[in-house]
């Protein structure tokens, strides 16, 4: 179990009721009282506490007979195989792409089978890749993995708490079909759910030439990229992506352009000081030009949005962009005041 959110409660509510033998719950997440209307295993007084050790704890209460173990961190392409070892089942209730593609890509490696889900407002996708059964990946449907905070997670689109708790019984249900061999499993076909008009529609998804035959090729060449990316990277490092600066001022006396990348309304709603730039993500996606040879320091409201948008800009060729670690949210911020560009 990679999430123990408004994804991960449902699920392992009902696989540990239904006394399956192991889990392992891995979390690298605190809990936050914005969290408590989609994650209603948890109360108001466990804020602050990692999300994994509550589980674990929720777990042992309702079932002792089940082991569990808890992991306290993020998953990545360095320790995933480690802590997935003996595994049956990966069941992924994260709230990003890197760790949906990165699961996938890990399925294949370890030929065991992942159930994949997703919410987004109102609507929510599952999909099972089974490298036994030669089925549709993800990287089957889209070859790249989508950039973290191009689509929202619930916590910066919002979401209505049964909605991922839908999307969660559905994942414990299929998983329960996968572990008993039930009648009935999602194949090479994605479940499309849209709870607004309560309907459910599932997609035929075809599996790409080359991953045809054997192991899928793309999946294994972005693992085998990911972990090279870590062993070129120093002991704790993330390549210097991510930057810590308790007010945006220093930033800027450390030859940094500070710009927002928040939506419009995000940015009057929440203003920062008249200093700090205001570009919206989608702009700085499609190309908004900078001079390649600038420093700068993206914000948004959480760190996503500003860590996945400096990837693309390195891409591009522009290796001075950074990211706020953790987002401008919760701060506050001398003399309020936005300029647009």
Not at 37 to 42: N, P, V
Not at 114 to 119: E, F, G, P, Y
Not at 187 to 216: F, H, I, Q, S, Y
Not at 327 to 340: D, E, F, I, M, N
Request: net charge negative.
């Amino acid at each position: 179990m990679i999430g123990a959110g408004g994804l991960g409660v449902p699920v392992l509510q009902y696989l540990a009721g239904a006394g399956i033998g192991r889990l392992v719950v891995i979390d690298g997440d605190r809990l936050e009282a914005s969290n408590l209307h989609r994650q209603t295993w948890f109360a108001l007084a466990d804020c602050g506490q990692p999300k994994a050790q509550l589980a674990a704890e929720r777990i042992r209460a309702l079932n002792p007979e089940v082991r569990v173990e808890a992991h306290a961190l993020r998953l990545d392409a360095g320790n995933a195989a480690r802590l997935l070892a003996g595994c049956d089942l990966i069941i992924d209730c994260s709230d990003n792409f890197a760790t949906q593609f990165l699961l996938n890509d890990l399925a294949h490696e370890l030929s065991v089978p992942v159930l994949l889900a997703s919410v987004h407002q109102f609507e929510g996708q599952l999909q099972v890749v089974d490298p036994a059964r030669g089925s549709a990946c993800l990287r089957c449907l889209w070859p790249q993995a989508t950039r973290d905070g191009v689509v929202g997670n619930c916590t910066e689109a919002g979401v209505l708490g049964p909605v991922p708790g839908i999307l969660g019984s559905l994942q414990a249900l299929e998983a329960l079909k996968v572990l008993l061999d039930l009648p009935g499993r999602l194949g090479d076909e994605v479940l499309l759910v849209n709870l607004l008009e309560t309907g459910m529609t599932r997609v035929r998804a075809k599996r790409a030439k080359d991953c045809e035959g054997g192991p899928c090729g793309r999946a294994a060449m972005a693992l085998n990229d990911a972990r090279q990316a870590l062993e070129t990277m120093p002991h704790g490092s993330d390549g210097g992506l991510e930057l810590d600066f308790d007010d945006l001022a220093q930033a800027i006396a450390a030859g940094y352009v500070v710009i927002d990348i928040r939506a419009p309304d995000e940015s009057a709603a929440d203003p920062l000081p008249g200093f700090v730039r205001c570009i919206p993500m989608d702009e700085m996606l499609v190309g908004r030009n900078l001079p390649a040879e600038g420093r700068y320091l993206l914000v948004c409201s959480r760190g996503v949005r500003s860590r996945s948008t400096c990837e693309a800009l390195r891409e591009r060729g522009i290796h001075a962009a950074h990211s706020l670690r953790g987002g401008v949210q919760g701060r506050t911020w001398p003399a309020p005041r936005t300029t647009y560009l």
